[in-house]
Structure formats: C-alpha cells, structure tokens
C-alpha cells in the first residue's frame, strides 16, 4: 500500500507516521510538509509543499496514492477564524477533491475529531467547521472515505517543544483514562486505526472513539 500523509509533525501525524514505517504491508509513504522532517527510512519520502490550498503540482503525487491520511490542522485558539478555516476546511476539500481526479478508486480518511457536528449548530468553532468538512466531503463521490472522530489523543512521544498544556496533560493522563476511557485513545492506536480503516478494515463512514479504539485493537 502507497499511503500519502499529512500533518506529519503533529501529535496524531507524527504517531501516525512510526506506524506507517513500521508496517511491512505499507510500501511507500509520503509525507507532505512545509519544511524538512528529521525522519529518515527507506520507504519515507518527504515532499516539500508550501501553498496546501493548491494540489495542482502534486497530482502525478497523488495518481499514485493508494489511501491520503489526512492528518494536517491546527487548534481552533491557535490562529485567527478565518485561518482555522482555511487550514481545516478550505485545504481538505481542495486535496480531496484532486485526490478524487487523480485516482478515483484512492481511499481519503479525514481526522476529524470528537464534537464534530455536520449541521454545523454546535456552538464550538471546532465542532461547525470540523462538521462543515465532513458533509463537503461526503458530497463529492469519494470511492471511500472515513471520518475519524477521535476524543482526547494521548501523546505517545514526549517532544522539546510541547505546548505547557500538552505537558500538563502528560501528568493527568492516568486519569483521565481511568474515568474516561472510551473518551481517548493513545496517538499511536489513532494511526494503527487510521490505518486499519485505510486498508478497508471499516464499514461505518462515521469512526468515533470507540470505534477508532476497536480498529486499533484488532490492526496487526
């Protein structure tokens, strides 16, 4: 399998991307970022794209895309309105849709997120455009797509530049499992699940927690 990833250096994408490497069933995969990745393997190759509002110079990229991880986003505090929604609905639509023309039968998993509310009533910014993509992408004709509705992600690697809040969630993290386990999922389970759902191990569109939780359970 040729899987094309996003958001690589993020908590979701960073975990994602071991567990890609570290699958024998994954042959290549590529990672799309603005700047170069530490990361080296054999079958890793990093693409350099800076404008993500535009595909276009990516499509012979995409031609050969078995599944696209969609993994890229940023928290709804961290820039202003209109980047937010730019960075997580204007970006995901315009990749889906070139992934669409460049090879129709190509799987797209979006990282969507738990709240997500496709009738974009929810008083969360996070939750109305989250739920704004979904519905965009359910309408364009995708052969198959999933939306993964994950709660709280565990960091499963400690980074340097974690933001203090991530830190402190490192230390509640016992916690929060036990009172509410089916409310979080570790990083590296949310990429073995991603992945499972890539190769077809899933039937609903919709994944949530619980369900992200069981696809990771029963991935090699």
Same mark, same amino acid.
């Given at each position: 399998?040729?899987?094309? =990833?996003?958001?690589?250096?993020?908590?979701?994408? /960073?975990?994602?991307?071991?567990? =890609?490497?570290?699958?024998? &069933?994954?042959?290549?995969?590529?990672?799309? /970022?603005? *700047? @170069? #990745?530490?990361?080296?393997?054999?079958?890793?190759?990093?693409?350099?794209?800076?404008?993500?509002?535009?595909?276009?110079?990516?499509?012979?990229?995409?031609?050969?895309?078995?599944?696209?991880?969609?993994?890229?986003?940023?928290?709804?505090?961290?820039?202003?309105?209109?980047?937010?929604? *730019?960075?997580?609905?204007?970006?995901?639509?315009?990749?889906?849709?070139? =992934?669409?023309?460049?090879?129709?039968?190509?799987?797209?998993?979006?990282?969507?997120?738990?709240?997500?509310?496709?009738?974009?009533?929810?008083?969360?910014?996070?939750?109305?455009?989250?739920? *704004?993509?979904?519905?965009?992408?359910?309408? #364009?004709?995708?052969?198959?797509?999933? !939306?993964?509705?994950?709660?709280?992600? !565990?960091?499963?690697?400690?980074?340097? /530049?974690?933001?203090? =809040?991530?830190?402190?969630?490192?230390?509640?993290?016992?916690?929060?499992?036990?009172?509410?386990?089916? !409310?979080?999922?570790?990083?590296?389970?949310? &990429?073995?699940?991603? $992945?499972?759902?890539?190769?077809?191990?899933?039937?609903?569109?919709?994944?949530?927690?619980?369900? $992200?939780?069981?696809?990771?359970? &029963?991935? @090699?």
């Amino acid at each position: 399998m040729r899987v094309l =990833l996003t958001g690589s250096t993020g908590t979701a994408g /960073s975990a994602t991307l071991q567990v =890609l490497l570290a699958d024998p &069933g994954v042959t290549s995969v590529i990672a799309l /970022s603005r *700047r @170069p #990745l530490a990361e080296r393997h054999e079958k890793l190759r990093v693409v350099l794209h800076e404008d993500f509002t535009d595909p276009g110079p990516l499509n012979a990229v995409l031609a050969e895309t078995d599944a696209l991880l969609w993994c890229l986003g940023i928290g709804q505090n961290d820039v202003p309105e209109e980047e937010y929604v *730019r960075i997580t609905y204007t970006t995901t639509l315009a990749f889906a849709q070139a =992934l669409l023309a460049a090879n129709p039968k190509a799987t797209f998993i979006f990282l969507s997120g738990q709240g997500a509310d496709p009738t974009e009533k929810s008083r969360a910014l996070f939750g109305r455009v989250k739920g *704004r993509t979904e519905r965009a992408l359910d309408g #364009l004709g995708l052969a198959r797509l999933h !939306h993964a509705r994950p709660g709280y992600i !565990h960091p499963t690697t400690e980074k340097p /530049s974690r933001k203090a =809040l991530e830190r402190f969630s490192m230390f509640i993290e016992p916690v929060f499992r036990v009172l509410f386990p089916r !409310h979080m999922i570790d990083a590296d389970d949310l &990429g073995r699940a991603l $992945l499972a759902a890539a190769r077809g191990a899933a039937e609903a569109r919709v994944l949530d927690n619980v369900a $992200l939780q069981k696809l990771a359970a &029963g991935a @090699p």
